[in-house]
């Protein structure tokens, strides 16, 4: 299931083999060895394994959980409440969002969800005639 998943996510991003080595290596910590393409391509045809570290990295770039990329969940879901309250740096728009941002966002969606239940709750049938407030909008 890794090198089908790998596989996919890197033609997914239309990146080559050597693209991505070369994104790999820019975090290299002490004592590791540089990536190449061809160590990547022997993973995506299932020849090799990489090593947890490599798997971290690949997961890393992707964006994806280790249990999405070796195929133990099928697939990859993302909790935002996690992720506003991450330290990642989160952006919306090319605008970077700071912490009060995200609470305020978390606080909007957590609304929202709770209001859902109300929602379902209302009939379904539309309101009699008459009964909808009327907006008063001028225009020049």
Do not use: C
């Not at 909007?108 to 009964?131: C, M, Q, V, W």
Request: a positive charge; proline letters at 5%; hydrophobic letters at 30%.
């Amino acid at each position: 299931m890794f090198p089908e998943r790998l596989r996919a996510l890197r033609r997914g991003q239309k990146i080559t083999l050597k693209e991505l080595a070369n994104e790999l290596n820019q975090h290299l910590g002490p004592g590791e060895k540089p990536n190449s393409a061809t160590q990547i391509g022997n993973w995506e045809r299932g020849i090799r394994t990489p090593s947890y570290i490599e798997a971290r990295k690949l997961a890393e770039f992707f964006d994806v959980s280790l249990d999405y990329l070796t195929g133990k969940s099928s697939h990859n879901d993302y909790d935002l409440a996690k992720l506003f309250f991450s330290s990642r740096d989160l952006t919306f728009n090319q605008t970077v969002l700071t912490s009060e941002d995200r609470y305020e966002i978390f606080q909007l969606i957590d609304g929202y969800l709770k209001g859902r239940s109300n929602r379902a709750n209302r009939p379904t049938t539309p309101p009699e005639f008459g009964t909808q407030e009327d907006l008063h909008l001028k225009f020049k």
